[in-house]
């Protein structure tokens, strides 16, 4: 077909290898524009896959294995679904046939058909309606402007008309691991398969990839290519500790070599690449240096350090100033549970705050200067909402989104003109299913609401039976959940609070009359309680620095949950009535750490933290008695929850490349799995109080990498 042409919804343009809806384009391969074609001249009409491969792959030799990833590729960039497909329909043994309708050039209405008609008199609405709308808020905008209505520091209006386009398909870039080359010319990133990681190299132009580091089973991220373009750093990370060894290697590939060992987060490189910094985390002393040292990683210094609660965001990268002269980090306060966005000085050491806006503890991910010097663009979220695109005005301060949708955004990284941004785009859905325990492959599905956040949580974070026939769990959109009860005999939904982003960690008394969870609506995060139904709420903690994790007895007396005390986090108990706590073990633990009762209510789990002079922190189980308090075993690892029969502890964990419950046993034994999902992974789950059933969260999560321009 020659020119554009529209499929569906779609625009189809084969000259620059783009398709787009309502005005956002999706890049497509080479290849995959060349099967869409075919598919498209031949009109509803059967397509063999040995006529796809000659048409495409000429004088190639290709496996069929070649044109299923292009197909798959194809239906994830136009949305379409396998099992109920709208575009492309696979006939087996066949081939494949595009079964969405064909128009050639703009839309219009071809032979007078029906369905076109109708297509076009919605478009046309549409068009009005927008018009119309448009005119409203001119009108409306211009009306405040000129009666002189306060301005906050953070503006929303008069957003600049991005351009977007997907630069992957595949759903697995890893943790949002992207950088763009300083020439704009080439996309890095970390590629999640099976469990392991490796670093690729997509020309943008072709669409043609490399894979530069091959895949390990180490955590690789953090990646930052050097002003010129020669080499690349990336930090690699071995076992579950939050340390990590910074490393560089050349760009287009070759061995990598050590820069520095026991870093936190990602590295900032220097306008000239000569220096680089980083951050390292002082345990003990609960400190966070940043470290600063030449490109090699020799002549190490500390620039500044800040000691708990005062934080830096090793969550994020750091950015040095165009002119080499302050880095720009995200950083934090625990108390307030704040994050802020502070440059440090860096012949002086001095910080300064770069925004008078404050974002949420955790709220404030990476940072990258405009080459000019004019800005900084930063990916953050204000509560109850996603991870966004920023940009933030130097030296006024003045934050403004530059995206605001229901996705989430990961990384940032920019073109050494400024004029293109490569992030991640990233979005997740869920589905809570039910089944016995003894059975948990024979599960039945019980929500269905689609691109749901239901249940979405760590382990048992997000979800809690009540009873044997209700379930309560977290739902919202992006950060924004509140707790919702399910009857499952009724098949209803309704939500128990109204406090967006706020409220989480549900956990029912065995004795169904109760709900507790953690409430951030007066500002820290703290234990409260609810009846079954949603009222009566009652504020059981007052902790001045958060209490994010707890878990009850099987009695349902006793509370077990974290706390931060004189820089460390300590396992508590107290009475879930309310009243005085008492250290449960001296140990440190994470902040999703609390003590977990065995199903007899005879002994109590905690996962601990144990610090190492050299190499990384280690992950521990202890088991105790409950009674006497003693020792019972030391497992290495975290894990969520005994079985049952208390014959083992469960956690979630890798099988065969996807998330799923696990079992390890606390005799001999090797590991096993509880569950064996291969297309979904098992995110969060709940056993009921008498140990017969089971729910789990069921997670479908996709990034891609995005490329962003005219955002000026």
Known sequence: MDGSFHIGPWLVEPSVNTVSRNGTPVHLEPKMMSVLVCLAKAKNTVVSKERLIDEVWKDTFVTDDVLTRCISELRKALEDDTKEPHIIQTIPKRGYRLIADVISGPPSVPGGRLTSIVRSRWWLAGTLITLVAALIYVTVFRSRTRNGSPSGPVTNGERPTLKTV?????????????????????????????????????????????????????????????????DLYFREKVGDGALADLKLMPALGGAPRPVAKGIVGSVGVSPDGSRIAFLRLRERAGAWDLVIANADGSEERILRSRVEPQEYNFRGFLSWSPDGKTIAIPAADSR???????????????????????????????????????????????????????????????????????????????????????????????????????????????????????????????????????????????????????????????RLTDHPGQDFFPIASPDGKYIYYSSAKTGQPNIWRIDADGTNPLQLTYSTTGVYDHHLSPDGKNLTYTNQEKGQIRPLRMPSAGGNSEVVLDAEVSPDGAPVYSFDGKRIMVPTIVSQEHGPE???????????????????????????????????????????????????????????????????????????????????????????????
């Open 166 to 230: 997907r630069l992957t398909h595949s759903g697995q870039v890893a943790g949002g691991q992207v950088a763009i080359s300083p020439d704009g010319k080439l996309l890095y990133y970390v590629y999640a398969e099976n469990g392991r990681n490796s670093i690729r190299i997509r020309q943008l132009s072709s669409g043609s990839e490399v894979t530069v580091l091959p895949p390990t089973e180490n955590a690789i991220g953090g990646i930052v290519v050097t002003p010129k373009g020669e």
């Open 618 to 712: 280690l992950r521990q189980t202890v088991i105790i008695d409950v009674q006497s308090g003693a020792h019972l075993q030391t497992m290495n690892g975290e894990f969520y929850s005994f079985t049952p029969d208390g014959t083992g502890l469960i956690f979630v964990g890798k099988y065969k490349g996807t998330n799923n419950l696990m079992v390890r046993p606390l005799g001999k034994g090797a590991p096993y799995p509880l569950t064996t999902l291969s297309n979904e992974e098992a995110y969060a789950f709940a056993i009921s109080s008498d140990g017969k059933q089971l729910a789990v969260v069921r997670a479908k999560d996709e990034s891609d990498a995005v490329l962003i321009s005219d955002f000026h």
């Open 336 to 494: 307030g549970e704040k994050s802020e966005l502070v440059a440090v000085d860096v012949a002086s050491g001095n910080e300064r705050s770069l925004t008078s806006h404050v974002w949420p503890q955790w709220g404030l991910g990476d940072v990258a200067w405009l080459p000019d010097g004019s800005g900084l663009i930063v990916n953050a979220r204000d509560r109850g909402e996603n991870m966004q695109i920023w940009h933030v005005q130097e030296p006024s301060g003045e934050a403004r989104r530059l995206t605001s949708d229901a996705s989430a955004y990961y990384t940032v990284s920019l073109s050494a003109d400024g004029n293109n941004i490569v992030t991640t785009q990233y979005s997740v859905s869920t589905t809570i299913w039910t089944s016995d325990y003894r059975y948990p492959n024979r599960a039945r599905q019980v929500t269905f609401l689609p691109r749901a956040r239901d249940g979405l949580g760590t382990g048992p974070a997000g979800i809690s039976w009540l009873g044997t026939d209700k379930l309560v769990f977290t739902s919202g959109p992006g950060t924004a959940a509140d707790l919702w009860l399910l009857d499952l005999r009724a098949g209803e939904r309704r």
